[in-house]
């Protein structure tokens, strides 16, 4: 971005626009520099999620963690007794086939 020129003129009302502009510039830079800080953190997460699904080969990785982390959430939420620990063990357990099922047809061309 270029900065205002300043006026060759004495005139102290040319003189205060020209500070005017010079302070909305700076300003504005302040603005876009605190957002880019702001957004970095999510900008690294995304980055995460779409690395994290293709290292592991899998399409829609991201979308299968969150389906994991929902289901987790209504298992273990608010009302889950202790005795549903036991019951969530056993159905990961027998879902664990049909779940390398389903990923190994994905991989396949």
């Known amino acids: 971005m270029s900065l205002p020129q300043l006026p060759d003129t004495r005139n102290p009302r040319e003189l205060r626009k020209a500070l005017l502009r010079l302070r909305m510039e700076m300003h504005r ?17 995304r980055g995460m999620g779409s690395s994290f699904g293709e290292g592991l080969g ?7 963690g969150l ?7 209504f298992l273990t939420g608010k009302g ?19 779940i390398r099922l389903l990923l190994g047809s994905g991989r396949r061309p």
């Not at 899998?58 to 299968?64: A, V």
């Open 80 to 98: 889950a007794r202790s005795g549903n620990l036991a019951r969530l063990v056993r159905l990961g357990t027998s879902l664990v086939p049909l």
């Open 58 to 64: 899998i399409k829609h990785g991201s979308l299968w």
């Open 67 to 73: 389906g994991a982390i929902v289901a987790l959430g």
């Open 29 to 45: 830079q302040q603005i876009r520099h605190e957002s880019t800080q702001l957004l970095e953190p999510v900008r690294r997460l």
